[in-house]
């Protein structure tokens, strides 16, 4: 027997455990992947415990009606309200009352025999979104990563946190400034004196629900400016050269999600003003790192 044919049979069994090992991480690959009907599957569960979430605080919600009500949404149409306070405050420091609002009076009412009671289960639902929204968007996270690759996923640390900060930002924004500065506005606005303001419950909790929403969502312009950059779509070249029709569009933005007052148009223009520019300074540092990581890449690939 040859030296050749000695060492084909020691071989040969090594060999068949490594052709073993491949077929069974080819079949473990296999089982691995989803098909759609599965991926619907795991989306539908991810979706129910984020909703579920959602039905949780809204029911802590609606049982906790004196302090939901009394405390969180006829608080900025209070004379006693935090805003109010501070503006007080800062009147007395640089000797101007012309800042101060102390004599907001707001009389509301309700016109149908229902409306009480659905106002109170539409509260509910907007406060326990509003808690909710940091596990719900973990979850449709949760759902989404899998889906990346290692790069995606690591350029992408950090997104609920992210997310969900600049969402809590914008809806203290919106409760604890647009709002108060637009009822003391909007429920003191007088055509004639013979005319009384009483505002219809309704429209208070949907004002107060539009606000704090739509700030909450606009707040998130960064982390839509980190990812339309990390996939070039967008870079700071554009958003500077547009810089003059990006005010036009967040006056637009504002007027929309805004009673029709210039004050709160204002309010909600300058942070999103402020955000603009910060994205810039993101989408500066996203091109910087994508430019020197594709320039890595096409040196790995001259090399081999």
């Known amino acids: 027997m040859g030296d050749d044919e000695?060492?084909?049979?020691?071989?040969?069994?090594?060999?068949?455990?490594?052709?073993?090992?491949?077929?069974?991480e080819e079949g473990e690959s296999e089982e691995k992947e989803m098909s759609f009907v599965d991926h619907l599957e795991e989306l539908r569960w991810h979706l129910i415990r984020g909703i579920l979430a959602i039905a949780v605080f809204t029911i802590v919600a609606f049982l906790s009606k004196s302090f939901v009500f009394g405390v969180v949404i006829l608080g900025p149409s209070k004379s006693d309200f935090w805003t109010f306070k501070m503006l007080c405050e800062f009147g007395d420091l640089i000797g101007s009352k012309a800042v101060c609002i102390d004599g907001l009076k707001v009389k509301f009412q309700n016109v149908t025999m229902t409306g009480q009671f659905m106002m109170h289960i539409t509260s509910s639902i907007v406060i326990g979104l509003i808690c909710a929204f940091p596990y719900f968007f973990w979850e449709i996270w949760r759902f989404i990563k899998p889906g990346l690759y290692k790069k995606e996923q690591k350029a992408a640390r950090g997104a609920t946190f992210y997310v969900s900060l600049l969402f809590a930002m914008g809806v203290l924004f919106g409760y604890y400034i647009v709002s108060p500065l637009s009822i003391n506005f909007l429920t003191s606005y007088q055509l004639d004196a013979r005319i009384n303001n009483e505002i219809n419950i309704a429209s208070y909790v949907s004002t107060i629900a539009t606000l704090v929403l739509a700030c909450g969502i606009l707040f998130q312009l960064p982390v839509v400016v980190y990812f339309l950059a990390r996939v070039g779509i967008l870079t700071p070249e554009f958003m500077r050269a547009h810089r003059r029709h990006s005010v036009v569009i967040i006056l637009i933005l504002s007027a929309i999600i805004t009673p029709p007052d210039v004050f709160s148009q204002v309010f909600i223009a300058i942070p999103l003003s402020i955000l603009y520019e910060?994205?810039?300074?993101?989408?500066?540092?996203?091109?910087?790192?994508?430019?020197?990581?594709?320039?890595?890449?096409?040196?790995?690939?001259?090399?081999?």
Do not use: H, S
Request: charged share 40%; proline share 2%.
């Open 278 to 304: 910060v994205g810039i300074v993101i989408a500066v540092r996203v091109d910087k790192k994508r430019l020197r990581e594709m320039a890595e890449e096409e040196e790995e690939v001259t090399e081999a």
């Open 6 to 24: 000695l060492d084909d049979m020691i071989n040969q069994p090594k060999n068949e455990v490594t052709e073993t090992t491949v077929e069974a």
